[in-house]
């Protein structure tokens, strides 16, 4: 989670603004850097709150269903939420997905699809898209991307 503002607004450039990247549309990014429902990017120079968090069950769910099992498919989820201080904007979004591991010679790789459903305050609806994502797993860190 993290947040921020400026402390003297009326002197910053443009190119100075807190910008939050948009969706792609099929595309699941980076749950922890970026929003998958946001729509277009948003721009601000005042206050803002954003806040992630993903946690991977790995095999600790699926692990327990015989036949899904043999599959080897991991569960993931996760909810993100954007807070901004120019016309009251929020977002929240969250996201349960289904991840595939598997192996190219030596590295690790990872394809996902996910349900994610986002709610916006602007728009007063409910949005839900289903997404494909791929992720390595970083030997270095000994860990995966997302």
């Known amino acids: 989670m993290y947040g921020g503002t400026f402390l003297q607004a009326d002197n910053i450039r443009f190119t100075d603004f807190r910008f939050i990247r948009g969706s792609d549309p099929y595309f699941f990014v980076h749950p922890l850097l970026a929003f998958n429902l946001?729509?277009?990017?948003?721009?601000?120079?005042?206050?803002?709150?954003?806040?992630?968090?993903?946690?991977?069950?790995?095999?600790?769910?699926?692990?327990?269903?015989?036949?899904?099992?043999?599959?080897?498919?991991?569960?993931?989820?996760?909810?993100?939420?954007?807070?901004?201080?120019?016309?009251?904007?929020?977002?929240?979004?969250a996201y349960v997905g289904l991840n595939y591991p598997f192996r190219i010679r030596k590295q690790r790789m990872k394809v996902n699809v996910n349900w994610v459903n986002a709610y916006t305050n602007l728009e007063n609806a409910i949005a839900s898209q289903v997404k494909f994502g791929f992720t390595f797993y970083n030997p270095q860190k000994q860990r995966w991307e997302y």
């Open 38 to 93: 946001l729509g277009p990017t948003i721009s601000t120079q005042n206050a803002f709150l954003e806040g992630h968090y993903h946690h991977d069950f790995a095999g600790t769910l699926l692990d327990k269903v015989p036949l899904i099992k043999r599959t080897k498919l991991e569960l993931t989820a996760g909810i993100g939420t954007l807070l901004v201080q120019d016309g009251n904007f929020f977002h929240t979004e």
